[in-house]
């Protein structure tokens, strides 16, 4: 069971809030890129706001370094982002 969010907010509120289309946050989903904190009864899935949002940052950020999907993705796997930054950079 997913912990559920202290500041929930739905994908197309996220959309609105970020300012990053619609298509673009939902890309990302499928892509494993953001995770959903909480889902409703009807399936309605919701994010923590600011974790999302630091994750949308983050992707951005690695996308305008040149990252491709796959090296998203396993930035977000790794536990431990400071050891993923090393690995990287050093």
């Given at each position: 069971m997913k912990e559920i969010s202290k500041?929930?907010?739905t994908i197309e509120q996220l959309?609105?809030?970020s300012g990053i289309k619609l298509k673009i946050i939902?890309?990302?989903i499928r892509k494993g890129f953001l995770p959903y904190n909480n889902e409703d009864e009807d399936g309605?899935?919701?994010y923590d706001k600011s974790n999302a949002?630091?994750?949308l940052k983050k992707i951005r950020e690695l996308k305008k370094e040149g990252f491709t999907p796959k090296e998203i993705q396993d930035f977000f796997r790794k536990k431990d982002f400071n050891e993923m930054r090393k690995e990287?950079?050093?």
């Open positions: 500041n929930p907010i959309s609105r809030f939902s890309e990302y309605r899935r919701y949002s630091e994750r990287l950079y050093c």
